[in-house]
T-cell receptor, first 112, second 115 residues
């Protein structure tokens, strides 16, 4: 069966520090991969999605970037965190040609 | 563009009573519709989906949803609520016809079931 791993679960970082959140999927190949952010207002905002290695689409211009160095690995990064980057970050995957997406457990990021 | 509206920030229901969480959508083509549930500090869990066929779809934990094309709605329902159903519920849509490959979520509805 397929599983998705996301880490760390919680992270407290100072303003101006770099960020790296990692997500990996097991049990499938060539998945679509997604990063979402959930702010305090609860809504889910799609940040990036990828349909293959090295293929990244950005939905919202911001202080973050994403990379997909391997088929089942998706990384969310920032060179310098802002206070406004605080939130709950969710990685998700879906099979090619499939419909629903499946989510990781999320990372609670607090920028102080 | 595709969009989802969940008009209620919160729904309160007593345990044992039926519950409904509302969702309406907007797409240019045919919709794929989904419901997810989120417990505190956890990821989203898939509940059910509508792709085609029967307008009433059944999902996990006794939940079901009814697709209504004329009203562009996909309301989540359960005949008898449990306290453990208390959580944040998200409706989502994907417009396959446009070739857009991502899900668009509503802002979520908090369901509170009282004992």
């Amino acid at each position: 069966s397929q599983t998705i791993h996301q880490w760390p679960a919680t992270l407290v970082q100072p303003v101006g520090s770099p960020l790296s959140l990692e997500c990996t999927v097991e049990g499938t190949s060539n998945p679509n991969l997604y990063w979402y952010r959930q702010a305090a207002g609860r809504g889910l905002q799609l940040l990036f999605y990828s349909v293959g290695i090295g293929q990244i689409s950005s939905e919202v211009p911001q202080n973050l970037s994403a990379s997909r160095p391997q088929d089942r690995q998706f990384i969310l990064s920032s060179k310098k965190l802002l206070l406004s980057d605080s939130g709950f970050y969710l990685c998700a995957w879906s099979a090619q040609g499939s419909t629903e997406a499946f989510f990781g457990q999320g990372t609670r990021l607090t920028v102080v | 563009a595709q969009s989802v509206a969940q008009p209620e920030d919160q729904v309160n229901v007593a345990e044992g009573n039926p519950l409904t969480v509302k969702c309406t959508y907007s797409v240019s083509g045919n919709p794929y519709l989904f419901w997810y549930v989120q417990y505190p500090n956890r990821g989203l869990q898939f509940l059910l989906k509508y792709i085609t066929g029967d307008n009433l779809v059944k999902g996990s934990y006794g939940f079901e949803a009814e697709f209504n094309k004329s009203q562009t709605s996909f309301h989540l329902k359960k005949p008898s609520a449990l306290v453990s159903d208390s959580a944040l519920y998200f409706c989502a849509v994907r417009d396959i016809g446009s070739g857009y490959s991502t899900l668009t979520f509503g802002k979520g509805t908090m369901l509170l079931v009282s004992p």
